[in-house]
């Protein structure tokens, strides 16, 4: 049981060049996220996806889409890379029981925008 | 919009010491508090969920509680050791939208030998 898989674990990107992070899990969970943790700012929600073939933005959705590919992945992508995104991204997906929900993290994607 | 703030960012303790960690939040609407783990370069692991209905939390050495009318949360860590040590994170879910979570900013913990 892996839990919540996330790849690549680094990457350098030119400004301009786009990418695909990639999030998998394998708890049958039905919510999943994508966030980012930037120094003194906290984690901040791109987007999220409650269920198979939905998909929401969260606090800090410009420059990137989503893709819930199926009910265990879901991608982010950067289209035009800046350095702003220059960050640590982590998947988590969610068990689904609404107010009490549990969260679970990947081990993040460390990302340089140069 | 909800804000959370935690405080202190950075704590050193001796091993063996008890010790709370604090949180605090602007908007009482919150279905639950969270509080999560995060070592060095790795992901966030939860540690204990408290529903809005609920005043506490117990997990081993670790006890969370909750006071929504004051905007409150603490994480007490009984008889620290140096593998407590990591980032702590509070993260408060809010009222109609249950899955979205907005965090602190983390308070780093050290337990010295």
């Known amino acids: 049981n892996a839990g919540v898989t996330q790849t690549p674990k680094f990457q350098v990107l030119k400004t301009g060049q786009s990418m695909t992070l990639q999030c998998a899990q394998d708890?049958?969970?039905?919510?999943m996220y994508w966030y980012r943790q930037d120094p003194g700012m906290g984690l901040r929600l791109i987007y999220y996806s409650a269920s198979e073939g939905t998909t929401d933005k969260g606090e800090v959705p410009n420059g990137y889409n989503v893709s819930r590919l199926n009910k265990r992945e879901f991608s982010l992508r950067l289209e035009s890379a800046a350095p702003s995104q220059t960050s640590v991204y982590f998947c988590a997906s969610g068990d689904n029981s609404w107010y009490q929900e549990t969260q679970y993290f990947g081990p993040g994607t460390r990302l340089l925008v140069l | 919009k909800q804000e959370v703030t935690q405080i202190p960012a950075a704590l050193s303790v001796p091993e063996g010491e008890n010790l709370v960690l604090n949180c605090s939040f602007t908007d009482s609407a919150i279905y639950n508090l969270q509080w999560f783990r995060q070592d060095p370069g790795k992901g966030l692991t939860s540690l204990l969920l408290?529903?809005?209905?609920?005043r506490e939390q117990t997990s081993g050495r670790l006890n969370a509680s909750l006071d929504k009318s004051s905007g409150r949360s603490t994480l007490y860590i009984a008889a620290s050791q140096p593998g407590d040590s990591a980032t702590y994170l509070c993260?408060?879910?809010?009222?109609?939208?249950?899955?979205?979570?907005?965090f602190g900013t983390g308070t780093r913990l050290q337990v010295t030998l």
């Open positions: 708890m049958n969970h039905n919510s």
């Open positions: 408290i529903q809005s209905s609920q």
């Open positions: 993260a408060a879910s809010h009222t109609g939208t249950a899955s979205k979570l907005t």
